[in-house]
């Protein structure tokens, strides 16, 4: 799989921060991320490097493991960086809430990764 900026992102959406099992999960964060990069969560703070992102994605994934995230609008690129809307909740029900991913990539991989929560879209 190419690993353009966009591809990173929508593989963090869903084999990181929607992977319920730890091995995948941390298989796809070694694949995607450097080991010095970092997720923002405006929540939840900064989590530097991949044992933190790993971390992070799981207690998250946790707190809602049925959720799942559904891109509502294909990513958009600039440069090296993307942004991807999303919404999440369980399947055949409404969504739960909202969010945008935006990501910087550095040779291939994720360098960071910034959360910022949405409204819900009509």
Not at 26 to 48: M, Q, T, V
Not at 54 to 83: L, W
Request: aromatic share 10%.
């Amino acid at each position: 799989m190419s690993n353009t900026v966009s591809t990173l992102l929508l593989r963090n959406l869903h084999e990181v921060f929607g992977e319920i099992d730890p091995v995948r999960r941390r298989a796809a964060i070694a694949e995607i991320f450097h080991e010095d990069a970092a997720f923002y969560d405006p929540k939840s703070g900064i989590f530097r490097g991949r044992d933190e992102i790993d971390r992070i994605a799981g207690v998250i994934k946790a707190s809602h493991p049925d959720f799942q995230y559904q891109p509502i609008s294909p990513p958009e690129e600039t440069g090296n960086g993307c942004r991807v809307r999303w919404v999440s909740g369980s399947p055949g029900k409404p969504p739960a809430y909202a969010g945008t991913d935006f990501a910087i990539a550095r040779d291939g991989k994720i360098a960071a990764v910034y959360l910022f929560f949405d409204d819900l879209p009509n």
